[in-house]
């Protein structure tokens, strides 16, 4: 059985850091594509960043130079440093995983999800 668990989110001011991290089990992780995705109310699931077996990394444009993605294979655990954080940045972030080892930023390639986590960044 397939877990994944985030944590690390919180309130954090416009310009702070965050930095979130999902430990997986019951999965081969070092093989796997990993993720991030966030979701506001009303809105559809927005892709954040992703991360191969090889540690390629990819962002969304709205991240690229101020997130993180990286992986440690030694305690299966995927992470997201967040900085320079804007208001746009709330949301519940999830991390997923593929089954597979390469990476894709939809939500429907992505086959396990965690229960999301609440990040809030205040003015």
């Known amino acids: 059985q397939v877990q994944l668990v985030e944590s690390g989110g919180g309130l954090v001011q416009a310009g702070g850091s965050l930095r979130l991290s999902c430990e997986a089990s019951?999965?081969?992780?070092?093989?796997?594509?990993m993720a991030w995705f966030r979701q506001v109310p009303g809105k559809e699931r927005e892709f954040v960043a992703t991360?191969?077996?090889?540690?390629?990394?990819y962002y969304a444009e709205s991240v690229e130079g101020r997130f993180t993605i990286s992986r440690d294979n030694a305690k299966n655990t995927v992470y997201l440093q967040m900085n320079k954080m804007k208001l746009e940045d709330t949301g519940v972030y999830y991390c997923a995983a593929r089954s597979t080892s390469t990476v894709a930023i939809t939500p429907q390639a992505h086959d396990y999800w965690g229960q999301g986590t609440q990040v809030t960044v205040s003015s």
């Open positions: 019951g999965l081969i992780f070092s093989s796997v594509a």
């Open positions: 991360i191969g077996w090889s540690l390629y990394t």
